[in-house]
């Protein structure tokens, strides 16, 4: 079974700040998906990339796909409150080719 | 509308009883997941169900069983609860090979 790691674990940032944090494995993914999840709540996707060296933006979060589609980063321009969440990254691994999840970073965002 | 609605939220329950969490998926989904989410926020794969057949089982103790008694409900019944059983429970679904998951909001159980 191919593993995600992620880091940091947990970040704490003022309202305003940029931050990135990082999903890496030593497997090659055909994809990578990044999802968030709010207290209380299930993980809902924000985006999946497939390109090797791909970049998507949605809004202030930009999402890149190493070039060896064995890892992704996720950047924040001007964190929000609102952007306080876990972050999991997520691949097609398992052992019958289900969802992995990594460990996740928890992110909080002070105002 | 709720696109994958799990009940209970919460349950409470002591050690040896038997409980069940439900899962509905209103979406057209063809397959159906049950994750566990531990302490450490760690979301890992207990089953898989495709048009209410099992496909993923990852040796997770006999004492959990899944029933699917169609493609829009995924239960889970647990015998003989033990204290490492306290955990969120999420059920999730999706297209067979599209591989992108829709979650319920979680069923936070919590054995005393």
């Known amino acids: 079974t191919q593993l995600l790691e992620q880091s940091p674990q947990f970040l704490s940032i003022q309202e305003g700040e940029n931050l990135t944090v990082y999903c890496n494995s030593s497997s090659v993914f055909s994809s990578l998906q990044w999802y968030r999840q709010e207290p209380g709540e299930g993980p809902v996707l924000l985006v999946t990339v497939v390109t090797g060296g791909e970049v998507k933006k949605l809004k202030r979060l930009t999402f890149q796909f190493g070039d060896a589609r064995k890892d992704s980063s996720l950047h924040i321009t001007a964190a929000q409150p609102g952007d306080t969440g876990l972050y999991l990254c997520?691949?097609?691994?398992?052992?019958?080719?289900?969802?992995?999840f990594g460990k996740g970073t928890k992110l909080s965002v002070k105002p | 509308d709720t696109a994958v609605s799990q009940t209970p939220k919460y349950l409470v329950t002591q050690m040896g009883n038997d409980k069940s969490i439900k899962c509905e998926q209103n979406?057209?989904?063809?397959?159906m997941y049950w994750y566990k989410q531990d302490s450490k926020k760690f979301l890992k794969i207990m089953f898989s169900?495709?048009?209410?057949?099992?496909?993923i089982n990852e040796t997770v103790p006999n004492r959990f069983s899944p029933k699917s008694p169609d493609k829009a409900h995924l239960n889970l019944h647990i015998n003989s609860l033990e204290l490492g059983d306290s955990a969120v429970y999420f059920c999730?679904?999706?297209?067979?090979?599209?591989?992108?998951?829709?979650f319920g909001a979680g069923s936070r159980l919590t054995v005393l």
């Open positions: 999730a679904s999706t297209y067979s090979g599209a591989n992108v998951l829709t």
């Open positions: 169900y495709n048009n209410k057949e099992l496909i």
């Open positions: 979406l057209g989904h063809d397959t």
């Open positions: 997520a691949g097609q691994g398992g052992s019958q080719g289900n969802l992995i």
